[in-house]
């Protein structure tokens, strides 16, 4: 399962690194402000799914597409972010 989050991350690197044309994802990568209106419309969608009790999964995939471009286009490490929340166990 977290496999494929760890790919995501993967893909995302490669794809700001090798960039390919055309690619939705590296438009993400290299664009902040579509990055940044991308996961507040995305997440938005996901609420109003969850309050319809329709379209979550899709709706929660999209999320985590959009926020990992969104933290790999502004430099924010998920091993950092995995340090963090490791910091945080109670």
Known sequence: MLNTL??????????KNYPVEGSYTNKLLNDK???????????NE???????????IHEAADVLYHLVMYLEANEV???????ELNKRKK
């Open 6 to 15: 760890e790919d995501l991350f993967k893909i995302a690197r490669e794809r």
């Open 33 to 43: 402000n579509l990055s940044k209106e991308k996961i507040l419309e995305e997440i």
């Open 46 to 56: 996901l609420i109003e799914a969850v309050e319809k009790n329709s379209n979550k």
């Open 77 to 83: 490490k998920i091993e950092d972010i995995m340090e």
